[in-house]
């Protein structure tokens, strides 16, 4: 009877140590309408998530749209999305210039860019060029990201007291923080002027008066001449991105492989963002 009491007590001891390990290996998908799924996550693809519960075989694709967070078995906590709430209760918020290291990511913020004529400070109208340049081409190749537009950036910026002139006093990680982002998007456009082309042309015309067919009643000549000038320009990029936590994770320049006429950076702007890490085809 005795070993029988001790055999029931070392059944209910390793079935509940069991449950315990098999449940801490669980992941578990937490929906925005309070439904939680335990298993294993499969699959995270930058739309959907694919799940397997415990004890099947069968496998679940779960839009991140439904999904707040995802807690892995490592302990590790993946905020998916935020449940959203009715506007009515969203204009009590108080208004905040910063979020949570949660609400950063996988967004980002392209700064107004820097612009040096000849090595000294231009137009900021050619940096806010440059911004929204940046701005439209990541958006078309940067899926599973989202981009702040630059009128929203510049305003927070803004409204945080985040000039141009002042941000220097400013660390990355405060800015993104700022702006609620996990990556800023910096740059530097440089254009020097270099050598002139000149050209030149003359035109002479010379007209005889003749009576019909007797001498020459008089000769007439006049002339004219033109030149042309055009100023040609060396052009650089300097890209940086910077991550929430200061880190750089991209730092290079690239120069226009010609000069031109019109100072255009497009060419080393796309060469360097099609190779930056936030670049995706």
Not at 28 to 33: A, E, R, V, Y
Not at 88 to 93: G, Y
Request: with cysteine; proline share 2%.
């Amino acid at each position: 009877m005795k070993k029988l009491y001790l055999w029931l007590i070392v059944s209910l001891i390793s079935v509940n140590l069991f449950a315990q390990t098999n449940t801490a290996k669980q992941d578990i998908i937490q929906k925005l309408n309070g439904e939680e799924m335990k298993g294993k996550v499969v699959k995270v693809t930058d739309s959907d998530v694919t799940f397997i519960y415990d004890g099947e075989t069968a496998e679940y694709v779960v839009k991140k749209s439904d999904i707040a967070k995802i807690v892995h078995s490592s302990g590790r906590i993946e905020i998916i999305s935020q449940q959203s709430q009715p506007s009515q209760d969203r204009q009590k918020d108080p208004v905040s210039m910063s979020a949570s290291p949660a609400d950063h990511h996988n967004k980002i913020a392209v700064l107004p860019f820097t612009y040096l004529m000849d090595n000294q400070p231009g137009a900021d109208a050619i940096g806010l060029k440059a911004q929204e340049d940046t701005y439209g081409f990541l958006s078309q190749h940067s899926a599973g990201y989202t981009i702040l537009d630059s009128r929203t950036t510049n305003a927070m910026l803004a409204k945080a007291g985040v000039t141009r002139d002042k941000m220097i006093s400013f660390t990355m990680k405060e800015i993104c923080d700022i702006l609620g982002v996990e990556y800023i998007v910096d740059g530097i456009v440089t254009q020097n002027k270099g050598y002139q082309t000149s050209s030149s042309s003359e035109n002479s015309n010379t007209k005889v008066k003749r009576d019909g067919d007797k001498d020459v009643k008089g000769i007439s000549s006049y002339g004219s001449s033109s030149s042309n000038a055009v100023q040609r320009y060396d052009v650089a990029v300097s890209l940086h991105i910077y991550m929430d936590n200061n880190a750089s994770i991209y730092s290079q320049t690239h120069k226009a492989f010609l000069s031109n006429t019109d100072g255009s950076y497009t060419g080393p702007l796309e060469y360097l963002l099609k190779r930056c890490p936030l670049y995706r085809k």
